[in-house]
Nanobody
C-alpha cells in the first residue's frame, strides 16, 4: 500500500488559482495510476483528473481547460494546478493511488472558492 498526504488547499476568490500537491510513500510510485477526486457537502465523491503511470491525463468535463494534473515520479508526487476557479469547485479534494491491489486515499484538503 501507498501512503498519501495532500497539501495546498485553502480559500481563493472566483477566478483565482490554487495548486494541490500529493506526496506518496511506502511503495513504487511509478506503478500507480494517480488521481484527484473531490467531494462537496451532501454529494458523492467524483473524479476530477487521473494520470496514468505513463503520464497520460484524463479530466472530468467540468474542469477541462482549467485544471492540469501532473506527476513527478522522481520525487513521488502528483500535482493539480487549478485555474479560473468557480464556486462550484468548492469541495474536499482527495488524492488517490490505484493499482491491481486496490485504492489508497489521502486525508483530503479543503478548497473553498468564495468572494
Amino acid at each position: 500500500q501507498v501512503q498519501l498526504v495532500e497539501s495546498g488547499g485553502g480559500l481563493v476568490q472566483p477566478g483565482g488559482s490554487l495548486r494541490l500537491s500529493c506526496a506518496a510513500s511506502g511503495s513504487i510510485f511509478s506503478r500507480y495510476v494517480m488521481g484527484w477526486y473531490r467531494q462537496a457537502p451532501g454529494k458523492q465523491r467524483d473524479v476530477v483528473a487521473i494520470i496514468s503511470s505513463l503520464g497520460k491525463p484524463t479530466y472530468a468535463d467540468s474542469v477541462k481547460g482549467r485544471f492540469t494534473i501532473s506527476r513527478h515520479n522522481a520525487n513521488n508526487t502528483v500535482s493539480l494546478q487549478m485555474r479560473s476557479l468557480k464556486s462550484e469547485d468548492t469541495a474536499v479534494y482527495y488524492c488517490n493511488a490505484r493499482s491491481s491491489r486496490g485504492d489508497s486515499w489521502g486525508q483530503g484538503t479543503q478548497v473553498t472558492v468564495s468572494s
